[in-house]
Every structure is written in C-alpha cells, then in structure tokens.
C-alpha cells in the first residue's frame, strides 16, 4: 500500500466543510459555464454565476431581483418544465433543445446539465449551462457541406466508389451504377475485380500495402459492364482511415470519348504528314513544268504561225493559269498544315501594312479593283509573327478582293474600332480598345448558314476555293492569342477582323 493510500493519508487530503464550500464557491464563480440555481415552480432565479450574469447580459442584482425563468424561456417554459420534472423525479437532466434569451433579446442555443440540491430547505435545481452557439455553428456550416458534398458526389459526371481495404464496394454513387448497368444495390458487396478486368485480387492487395495515405493515384484500366461489355476507363485512388480499418475512395471516368478522340487525331495528324509531304513532293515536279511552260510560251509559241500561235497561246496561257493555282492550292495546303510556333518580334501595323502593299496590289484577284490602307487612330506596335500576318492579310485581302465587284475596292483598315475617326483614341472611351486589323469588301453579303461555315477546311463556295484561307487565319489567331471574327449584313457589306 502506497503511501497515499493510507487512512492517515485519505483523511489528510479530504476537505473540511469549510474547505468543501471554499471549492464550491471557487468553481461557482470561476466557471467557464454559466451556473443557475433555479425554482421552477415559482419561477425563480436564486443564485447565478458571473458567467450567467455575462451570458445573459445583466448584473447580478437584476438577474436574481428582476429577471424570471420564464424571461429566459419564453417560448420554451413546457420543455423546461418537462426537464424540471424529468430532474426531480431521477435527479438529474441533460438537453440541448433549450435557448437563452439575453436582455437584448439575442436567443442562444444552450447545453443543460441539471441536478437537483437543497436551498433554503426545498428541493431546487442547479443548472449548469453551456452557450452552444459556435459549436451550432460549426455543425450547421458541417452539415451544409456534407449536403453540398452529397450532392456533388451524387450528381457528379463520374462515378465515385467507397471501398473496404478488402476490395469490396461499400458505396456507390449513380452514375458509377448507371455507368456499369448496375443498380446501386446491386454494386454494393461486390468485389472490385468483379468490375475492373484490369485489377486482380493480388494487384488490390499490393495497392492496400503500397498506396500511401491520402495521396491519390491515378491508373489507366478497363471495367467490364453488366453486360459484359467492357470500356477504357481512368481510376484515381485515395487510400484513408487508419491502417487498423483502411478505406479507399476511387473515382471511376470512362475513358471511350477521349480514347475515340485521341485515335482521331492521330489519324488526322497522320493525315496532315501526309498532305505535307505530298505537297512538297509535287511542289518539285510542278515547278518543273511551270519552268518548261514558261520557256515554250517564251520561244515556241512567238515562233508559230499566226494561226496556230493564238491557239497554242490560249492553251498555254490556260495551263500556266492551272499550274498557278496548283501552287497556291499547295502553298494552302502547307500553310495550313504547319505547325511551328510563331516567331514574334516587333511590327509597326502601317509600316508593316505599306511594305506588304505593293506585293498585295500585285494579286490577281485585285485586278481592275483598288487596294485602300486606312489607319483611323495611331496604333503602338504589335508584337508578331511578321510571315504568318503577312500570310493572313494576303489570305484575306485575296478572299476580300474576289468578293468585290470587278470595279470595288478592298480597305485594310488599322485603328481600335470600326468606323473610327483619327480622333478616336484610347484616351477618348471607345470600346473595346484593343488593335484591330481590318479588311472590308462591300460585295454581296455572306449568307448566315454559309458565314457559319466559312473557315471549315475543304468548304468553299468558290468553284476553285479550299477553304483554306480562312482557316490558316484562324490559326494564326489562335497561335498568337488573338481574336478573329468575321461579320457579313448588306448594309456593311463583309468585315474579316483580326483583335490583336
């Protein structure tokens, strides 16, 4: 026997009446709850802490000479006295269905613990009372997230599976059961390698021992549906809990959309290899023949009789106009098929525009038509990729100039807004205020169901057209991070707009 087990020693330790009451007082008033002895049945507040007094917003005198229970329950007296009876009769309570009303009328949702002890000759009952109010809070703030959760999880495009550290399922959401033709019910249970054909038992139990907690993994696999049929899929894996009771959380994606996409774009970049290389390999041999095409309008065909020399012209004329459009169909083609980055460097938008004017006015397209460059307001130099721009401006003033009248004209217009004047400049409020590259035609309007189309490679309404233009525009856009739009009405005529 120690010591302190003594009886000596036990009745060393044990408080005095006068020490028993010391210790009570000092808990009465230095509780970090509020303490209340009450009677109920007279409606009576006898005694109170000064956490009371402080919860509830009086001094002491007023809250034992003024303030009544049922000031502090008023809505609430048949719970309280449901409680007082429930007290009396075992000797003790506890709720936490009950509030406190403050002198200023704030209600707070309290925590009662209650007992019954003698006052002044009666049985009253003490009342130790916790404000709740942050802890209700939190749980209400927790229970909105569990629901937000809920219905995440539920309504989530992937499905989500909760396992055991056995591999089975413990819960599904609806789309992992509609995903694999199951009803919930039916996954719940069920071994995992039941539905994923890529992981055995074994690999199951390798992931349990290797998997760190609450780091997730994702793996590529494939899961067998009710029927049988199977789909590549994507799992990513979160192994938690404790390693006493381990849980997985996995979230399944099906994977036959992208898988479907990627091959197509394998093929189509395939497809693209291909059409470059065709192109370069004809570009060699065509330009052959434009050389001999050249050489025999230049000394055969002067050499003819006349008879004979206009027809032969005609023809050669006819092919050197088809082996020309070969070339631009070809230059299209590897245009458009590029995919290097653009090399940006700095350009000036007019001076850039006048040195390209004199090549642009010499397309064929222009002919009997004019070529006008405007700049309504000063623009700050561009930072630019100068032969994938110049290659977009002769794309679009061609297109612009084929759609103009034979008489028309084709304005490239530079400033910050359509229609602006030299005076329209950043400082004056204008919207949007970014530099824009514009080519105008006034010709016959783009029908809308064709305008929705136009850039589409291989659509064209031109007899002779690809629809390459465009679309190499397009991708320039998009390769410098600028914005292209194209706008057709009759009374603005055809708007091609690069943002930059």
Known sequence: ?????????????????????????????????????????????????????????????????????????????PQLQALAEQVFATGHGWTNELSCTTRAGARLPAEISAAVVPHQGRDCIIAIVRDVTERKRAEESLKRSEQRLRAFVENAGDGFFLVAGDGRILDVNPRAARMLGFTPEELIGRPVPDIDVSLS??????????????QPRTMESRHQRRDGSCFPSE?????????EQVRFVAVLRD?????????????????????????HQIRNPLATIQLCLDDFAARVVPALESERQARTQRRVELAQGEAARLERLLAEILGYAGERPPERQELEPLTFARQLEPALAALPSLK????????????????????????????????????????????????????????????????????????????APIPPETLARVGTPFFSTKHSGTGLGVAYVQRVADAHGWTFELTSDTDSGTQARLWV
Not at 395 to 417: C, H, K, M, Q, R
Request: aromatic residues 4%; contains cysteine; glycine residues 6%.
């Open 368 to 443: 009997g038509r004019r070529l006008q460059i405007i700049e309504t307001a000063p623009l700050a130099p561009i930072l630019a990729d100068a032969d994938m721009l110049a290659q977009a401006l002769f794309n679009l003033i061609d297109n612009a100039a084929e759609a103009s009248a034979p008489d028309g004209t084709v304005t490239l217009t530079l400033g910050f807004t359509l229609g602006s004047t030299p005076e329209s400049t950043p400082e004056s409020g204008d919207e949007p205020q970014r530099p824009c590259l514009e080519v105008h035609n006034a010709g």
């Open 235 to 243: 799992i990513s894996i979160c192994k938690f809990g404790t390693p």
């Open 1 to 77: 026997m120690s010591p302190a087990d003594t009886p000596t020693a036990r009745r060393a330790i044990q408080p005095t009446g006068a020490d028993h009451h010391w210790w009570l007082h000092a808990i009465f008033e230095h509780s970090n709850d509020a303490i209340f002895v009450i009677d109920p049945h007279a409606d009576r507040i006898l005694q109170a802490n000064p956490r009371a007094c402080a919860l509830l917003g009086y001094d002491s005198d007023q809250l034992l000479a003024e303030v009544r229970v049922s000031d502090i329950h008023p809505d609430e007296m």
């Open 255 to 279: 994977q036959t959309a992208r898988k479907a996409g990627e091959a197509a774009i394998a093929r189509l970049a395939e497809l693209g290899r291909l059409a470059a290389t065709l192109a």
């Open 201 to 214: 038992a074994e690999a199951l139990a390798e992931i349990r021992a290797q998997l760190p907690f609450d």
